[in-house]
């Protein structure tokens, strides 16, 4: 670390990954004597060296288990408390997420209770940017399960949107919950970011918690893990409808999260009009929208989605989906009514494995008998029953994009 972020040093590695005792520098002038320039080099990291190794040498006189008492006098928010009440809330949230996701729960409990002490170690207080990397190898050293190790450097990740994620159970386990309890921890004492300030890096958190779990392919709702967070919180100040305003919060990184992937506000608006907890599905949504809107029938079905829900709003309808066959007097009608129930039969299936893409693109189908619905049917009859029939066929229609996204959203 010190050769790399203070020397400007390039280490070297050998075949197997692992440091070699060399380095490389780089000199602006061409020496006369390039021996003089490596011993003058070598001369200004070795101290530098001497002190790591001391460093190291004295942290390894005491074991990581044995500094978890010092977290009680490490503060890590006046209002939150100490390193060690974070350690005890995360306990919990972290526990629970092992369940879900098939995890080792001692290990993810285990991997809490080291999770900060490599904080107070002599090596990390002089070189901070080791967080993570020095509990590793110390708890290596101590005999800790690999796992529980891997967990203790993988609990930083990802450290930005395009960084790794952790790769062990256990180490999802710990990122996820260290990350949620800050969140709803600072939301709930009133310091949610605004702006530019973001002292607690709560939007960085939030889209590491997206990642982790779109990535890791983790299904779990994110509003039952922000309750589980906010339960282990007595007293928080801003407490009233915390984990809807954190849901919130987190739900609109999306917008951020999605740029990479080429999705647009109006695609992200079109799912977030949705009640989706879950980041994972809500991953899903956004892909099969965004291939949605490529189609050559989502213009003309985003249109008529918009023309739908505002006949509906304006007709204060029922919300009733219920179609009377019998009351279907225009062969277009009739011809709707039959794609709806077709589709329907089609993505039910669809939607319950998590398959949006595909009942979008079984739904594209309905853009000619919609097209032709809206040409040659008035929706406003005179005569009521086959008014109010008609809206129920609108409704059945839009309920079946919903089922997905708000693609009314979409541009038109």
């Given amino acids: 670390s010190s050769m790399k972020a203070n020397q400007k040093y390039f280490h070297l590695l050998d075949d197997q990954g692992k440091l070699k005792p060399l380095f490389i520098t780089i000199s602006n002038i061409e020496s006369q004597d390039p021996d003089q320039v490596i011993s003058g080099n070598e001369k200004v990291i070795r101290p530098r060296l001497a002190d790591a190794a001391f460093f190291y040498d004295t942290d390894r006189k005491h074991t990581l288990a044995s500094r978890i008492p010092q977290l009680e006098s490490v503060v890590f928010q006046q209002q939150l408390g100490t390193l060690a009440d974070k350690a005890r809330r995360s306990t919990a949230i972290a526990t629970f997420i092992a369940e879900r996701i098939q995890g080792d729960v001692a290990h993810a409990q285990r991997a809490v209770a080291l999770a900060k002490c490599d904080l107070v170690t002599e090596m990390v207080l002089e070189f901070p940017e080791l967080q993570g990397i020095m509990g590793r190898y110390y708890a290596e050293q101590d005999g800790e399960p690999a796992e529980v190790a891997q967990a203790l450097e993988e609990q930083y990740l990802p450290r930005f949107a395009s960084d790794a994620i952790p790769q062990s159970l256990t180490g999802q386990a710990l990122a996820l919950a260290d990350r949620l309890d800050t969140l709803v921890g600072i939301f709930g004492i009133g310091q949610r970011p605004t702006g530019a300030k973001d002292p607690f890096a709560l939007r960085r958190a939030s889209i590491g918690v997206l990642n982790i779990l779109v990535k890791g392919e983790l299904n779990l709702d994110l509003r039952e893990l922000l309750q589980v967070a906010a339960d282990q919180h007595q007293n928080l100040p801003k407490a009233d409808g915390l984990v809807e305003d954190v849901l919130t919060y987190m739900l609109d990184r999306f917008r951020a999260w999605g740029q990479d992937e080429g999705i647009t506000a109006e695609m992200?608006?079109?799912?977030?009009?949705?009640?989706?907890?879950?980041?994972?599905?809500?991953?899903?949504?956004?892909?099969?929208?965004?291939?949605?809107?490529?189609?050559?029938?989502?213009?003309?079905l985003a249109a008529a989605n918009k023309r739908v829900s505002n006949i509906l709003s304006k007709q204060a309808h029922d919300g009733s989906t219920q179609v009377d066959t019998t009351l279907l007097q225009e062969s277009p009608e009739q011809t709707l009514a039959e794609a709806v129930i077709h589709c329907q039969q089609q993505v039910a299936p669809l939607f319950a494995a998590g398959e949006y893409q595909q009942a979008l693109d079984t739904l594209a189908t309905l853009r000619e008998p919609v097209d032709t619905f809206f040409d040659q049917v008035m929706v406003m009859a005179d005569d009521e029953a086959v008014r109010r029939n008609r809206l129920a066929l609108l409704a059945s229609l839009q309920a079946l994009f919903l089922e997905v996204a708000d693609i009314s959203q979409l541009p038109q």
């Fill in 268 to 300: 992200y608006l079109a799912v977030r009009a949705r009640p989706v907890s879950k980041p994972l599905d809500f991953a899903r949504r956004l892909r099969a929208v965004k291939a949605f809107a490529q189609r050559e029938e989502a213009t003309a």
